[in-house]
């Protein structure tokens, strides 16, 4: 019976033991790559595990055919005419070549996978029944991938990578011709071969990529093609394992696990060979339950949805193609634009631009007031005649005054005021900046936690699904019951659900960025990891400067300077102070300031500009009065008693200026009790991280003894599970202590009013400078 095969991986090398029996396997490979020989040493590994108890296992031949048919055979006839023992075989071509051989004089196994649909097998067949050959059918299946895709993506036509020789040796035409018939869906093949370096062209009038064939490229080159993929924002499916998906494709239905079940049957089978059992009475399955795996960054990177029915469903991989948003800020980066850009900055701002009004405002009062007006006047005819020309029938004039202020106490007061008034806004601003620059350290923090967290319940979820397979498996064998699959499946839910609301926090964090940095809300950012290490906090010293709040004798030294600095920089304590020379200016005003007197000047020009009608002229031997007259007064006022007020609004500005002193010793209290809370806080972060590496490296250490154990039996695989588990649970406790650390260290560099990273180095260093004459000062 006709079998038709396609394959995977590997090799190995010998050990030798003294008084057993020598097995000599020989492998036929197409071709080989890193990843092929490091799957071999495992399969070395594993079959010298098996069957090394009972021979001694050579590796004495390793034969590539570089997918030529012809050599392919030469390589068989070598290993059946040299000391090989056992034939391992694994490629296309490979086994194309032993397809059509008659007989197998040597025991010969075709391992790697069979694609099922290339087969078709009598109802109930096991074995091959087919002397000295064993092959074995894994649950991989080109029709079963493409409706997997399908679900996944509704394609319309879909292009299928395959390699050139399999396309000439095997009917995959047919085979998708066939699949395709009945459905409105239409593919195209693409072929490719080693020296395929672009496939662009041909991805014109497709909209999705299914990998059929490339498993055997080099990484350099099937990483290149699934850049021009990815490129392309084409989703791409893996008719293979984890290794495709790490270099950027975008979903596979094959895990990476099942190569353990590959390997061991492998040796199980190379086992009963060497006691004497004819390979084709070998069982020919092999079975296990196939992962849905995503790739995530590629799903990011294409632009790709994924639905929350599937977080349960499938595993999600990072990938070795991860790439960045477009926007990846630090937290400097952060910082700076919160200060430049931020919406609430910029409309307090304005609060000072408003000031500087009011100061203009208060000056103008000493500025020249000049009016000038016209007017026209119609007057009675009788009044008129015997006016004496004193007042015409019809007359226009004009005028001009000027007003100018020469002294006056409270316009004087006024403009001190409204410029003390412009200082505190000042203040006021400095102090929201001061805070949105802390709201944007604790964002940017919270964000990395929110990260650190999606990426843990992620892993949990992931080990949960483990779980369930456990669970499952053991129900089926009777060796535990139902309700441990239905607790596992509870669990998954739970887990799901927490995943969900992980990734919509980290969104929600992200979002909160791009509002304080006025940022579109859906714009796509991602934000840098930082560490207290990193060269930024060495760079500004803010590393040196809680290094002196770890050292217990310098601690209430180090406070007391903190305090000083504090009282020194707040923008609170500012705005008091100017607001206390209002108080006072106006007490000034209300004292002695009534004493003194308003002085203006006042002038006038009038100008008759035309007389006419009754009245319009003078009697005869009346004195002609000019048409222009001016006029000029010196204005001095004095209030004498001005209704007990300003007796009352000083009385009034001293309850002001008592409540602005309470306000101002509240805020010393208030800043000494909040950098002496900081400080503690700090110190119990320092400790809390000491003890999150030590809580790590004890669970890492766990979590190794326990790996050891499982793999010689010694644990159930629950234990195995639980140790992960707390090994990912420290990491995430580790993670987030170091980033409440730096929280709570913005926090106290906010309530001393000096953030080291918007700093110079310069001014870094005058800090330390003077903390450390004050240190020097007390000792």
Do not use: C, W
Not at 69 to 75: C, F, G, I, Q, V
Not at 322 to 346: C, G, Y
Not at 507 to 527: C, G, H, M, P, R
């Amino acid at each position: 019976m006709k079998k038709l095969f396609i394959f995977f991986l590997f090799m190995t090398m010998t050990t030798f033991s003294q008084g057993k029996k020598d097995i000599h396997i020989g492998i036929l490979a197409d071709v080989s790559s890193n990843e092929t020989s490091e799957l071999l040493e495992k399969l070395k590994n594993e079959i010298k595990g098996v069957v090394g108890q009972d021979a001694n296992v050579v590796f004495n031949s390793y034969l590539e055919s570089n997918s030529n048919l012809k050599t392919s055979k030469d390589n068989y006839n070598k290993l059946l005419n040299n000391e090989t023992d056992i034939i391992l075989s694994f490629g296309v071509i490979n086994n194309i070549m032993l397809y059509k051989e008659k007989a197998y004089p040597k025991p010969t196994i075709i391992f790697g996978s069979v694609n099922k649909d290339f087969m078709n097998l009598p109802k109930g067949m096991e074995k091959s029944g087919i002397d000295n050959l064993s092959y074995l059918i894994a649950p991989i299946s080109y029709n079963d991938d493409l409706k997997v895709f399908k679900s996944l993506f509704d394609y319309k036509k879909i292009g299928i990578l395959v390699e050139d020789y399999v396309i000439k040796e095997l009917p995959v035409k047919e085979l998708f011709d066939s699949y395709f018939s009945d459905k409105k869906e239409s593919y195209k093949l693409i072929p490719i071969s080693n020296n395929t370096t672009s496939i662009s062209p041909l991805l014109n009038d497709v909209d999705a990529v299914y990998f059929a064939g490339g498993n055997f490229l080099k990484d350099e080159q099937q990483a290149l093609l699934i850049k021009e993929i990815n490129n392309n924002k084409l989703p791409s499916f893996s008719a293979f394992g984890l290794r495709n998906i790490e270099n950027g494709v975008l979903a596979t239905n094959q895990s990476g696990a099942n190569l353990n079940q590959f390997f061991r049957r492998i040796a199980l089978n190379i086992e009963s060979i060497v006691s004497g059992i004819n390979a084709s009475e070998l069982p020919l399955f092999i079975n296990y339950k196939k992962r849905l795996i995503i790739n995530y960054a590629t799903a990011t990177q294409i632009d790709f949805p994924i639905k929350y029915s599937l977080i349960a469903k499938a595993d999600f991989i990072g990938g070795n193609n991860e790439v960045k948003n477009s926007i990846s800020l630090s937290l400097l980066d952060i910082m700076n634009k919160v200060v430049n850009n931020n919406l609430a900055l910029k409309s307090e701002k304005k609060n000072i631009e408003l000031s500087e009004q009011d100061i203009r405002t208060a000056k103008s009062s000493f500025l020249p007031d000049l009016t000038a007006s016209a007017s026209g006047v119609y007057i009675d005819p009788e009044i008129a005649e015997i006016s004496a020309g004193q007042s015409p029938e019809f007359s226009t004039s004009g005028k001009a005054v000027l007003q100018q202020l020469l002294y006056s106490e409270q316009a004087s007061a006024n403009i001190e005021i409204q410029k003390e008034l412009k200082e505190a806004e000042k203040e006021a601003y400095n102090s929201s900046e001061l805070d949105a620059l802390l709201n944007s350290a604790v964002a940017y923090f919270n964000t990395l936690i929110l990260k650190t967290n999606a990426a843990i319940q992620n892993q949990n979820l992931q080990i949960t699904k483990r779980n369930l397979e456990f669970a499952e498996q053991n129900f089926e064998i009777g060796a535990s019951g139902k309700s441990d699959v239905l607790r596992f499946r509870s669990q998954l839910a739970q887990n799901s659900q927490k995943l969900i609301e992980a990734n919509n926090q980290l969104e929600q964090s992200f979002n909160t960025i791009n509002q304080l940095v006025n940022n579109k809300i859906s714009t796509k950012i991602d934000v840098d990891d930082i560490k207290l290490t990193d060269e930024i906090f060495k760079k500004y010293k803010s590393k040196d400067f809680f290094e002196l709040l770890d050292n217990p004798k310098l601690q209430s030294i180090v406070i007391d300077f903190l305090v000083e600095e504090a009282k020194r920089n707040a923008p609170e304590l500012k705005n008091i102070s100017h607001n206390l020379n209002v108080i006072k200016r106006n007490y000034k005003l209300n004292d002695k300031g009534r004493f003194i007197p308003t002085v203006s000047l006042q002038g006038q020009y009038s100008l008759a500009l035309s007389e006419s009608g009754v009245g319009s002229a003078y009697p005869i031997g009346s004195p002609n009065i000019p048409d222009g007259t001016y006029n000029v007064g010196l204005n001095v006022s004095l209030p004498i008693f001005k209704q007990n007020q300003n007796n009352i609004n000083k009385q009034k500005v001293k309850i002001q200026e008592d409540q602005l002193l309470i306000q101002q010793e509240n805020s010393y209290l208030t800043i000494e009790k909040n950098i002496n809370d900081s400080v503690l806080d700090l110190i119990n972060q320092i400790a809390n991280i000491e003890i999150s590496k030590v809580s790590e490296e004890t669970a890492k250490e766990s979590l190794e003894l326990t790996q050891n154990a499982y793999k010689n039996g010694a644990v159930p695989v629950i234990q195995l599970i639980d140790a992960q588990t707390n090994y990912l649970q420290a990491q995430l406790a580790k993670a987030t202590a170091s980033y409440n650390y730096l929280i709570t260290s913005m926090q106290l560099e906010r309530i001393i009013g000096y953030y080291f990273l918007m700093n110079s180095e310069e001014a870094n260093s005058q800090f330390f400078q003077r903390a450390n004459q004050f240190i020097l000062n007390k000792n």
